[in-house]
């Protein structure tokens, strides 16, 4: 008489210690966050396709298009600059703009704006207007503004530098 055992492990290798474990959550994370990025690139993409928008994109991920140039200085960071600004999200609900609020002022690279907004400025002169997509990693993040602009926003501004000094 035979007797047959078929003894199969499930068990998964675990990490070691504490240091593979967090490795690990990373890796995760940053295959969650590009496919995030990925998903936020295509949904601009559509949305640029369907207005017949000429854009460009920079290494971040900001889609910029100058479509009207003016006859001004160079943006700099360190200087203060002031815009014209419309800023909405992708379904056209516009959340902020000048003509309510005033025009949008601050020093270039050292004030608390969107990291989108100063990357996309730094490529104008005064005088330009320009549209710009900032994804939600050069916007408002995760959180949103906590008023008008809701969590993992893609944001459309559309600006023109007005004063650059």
């Known amino acids: 008489m035979s007797v047959f055992s078929c003894r199969r492990s499930y068990h998964t290798q675990q990490p070691s210690d504490t240091e593979d474990v967090i490795g690990l959550q990373k890796e995760a994370m940053m295959q969650f966050n590009q496919q995030l990025v990925e998903e936020e690139f295509e949904e601009i993409k559509?949305?640029?396709?369907?207005?017949n928008w000429n854009m460009t994109t920079t290494e971040t991920g900001?889609?910029?298009e100058i479509y009207s140039k003016g006859e001004g200085e160079k943006a700099v960071k360190g200087k203060i600059v002031a815009l014209k600004y419309s800023l909405s999200l992708l379904d056209g609900a516009v959340c902020y703009d000048s003509s309510s609020h005033g025009l949008k002022t601050f020093r270039l690279g050292y004030e608390d704006v969107e990291s989108g907004l100063t990357e996309g400025v730094l490529l104008m002169s005064a005088g330009d207007k320009a549209r710009m997509i900032l994804p939600p990693h050069l916007a408002h993040g995760i959180a949103g503004d906590g008023d008008c602009i809701p969590q993992r926003a893609i944001i459309v501004y559309d600006v023109e530098l007005v004063n650059n000094e």
Not at 46 to 51: A, C, D, K
């Open 46 to 51: 559509n949305f640029v396709e369907q207005r």
């Open 62 to 64: 900001l889609w910029i």
